[in-house]
């Protein structure tokens, strides 16, 4: 497993942008397929994104499509998701997670603490 520490959460207006940075703490980052994951208050947690290990490979949310974008730099150990034209449903705990495929929630086996993304109207 891999401790995962996310970042760059807060309160931003509909229609603003924020960018979410997940710092992993092995050298061996680059290996691991990447993932970022949502949670609403009172709604299971659901796929946003997910990056394979070179970057080659993005899948994304149809939710999510034209407005965020999942990036990784491997030489730093973070993996990134910049999020523009903001809505108030995308009000949510953000987690980035590693070791998984895809969409598939449960294939991941390392998970950060969240981050807190408050969309205001």
């Known amino acids: 497993q891999v401790q995962l520490v996310e970042s760059g959460g807060g309160l931003v207006q509909a229609g603003g942008s924020l960018r979410l940075s997940c710092a992993a703490s092995?050298?061996?980052?680059?290996?691991?397929?990447m993932g970022w994951f949502r949670q609403a208050p009172g709604k299971e947690r659901e796929f946003v994104a997910a990056?394979?290990?070179?970057?080659?490979?993005?899948h994304y949310a149809d939710f999510v499509k034209g407005r965020f974008t999942i990036s990784r730099d491997n030489a730093k150990n973070t993996v990134y998701l910049q999020m523009n034209s903001l809505k108030v449903e995308d009000t949510a705990v953000y987690y980035c997670?590693?070791?998984?495929?895809?969409?598939?929630?449960?294939?991941?086996?390392?998970w950060g603490q969240g981050t807190q993304v408050t969309v205001s109207s």
């Open positions: 990056i394979t290990r070179s970057g080659g490979s993005i």
């Open positions: 997670a590693a070791g998984g495929a895809g969409s598939l929630e449960s294939t991941y086996d390392s």
């Open positions: 092995r050298r061996s980052f680059s290996s691991y397929v």
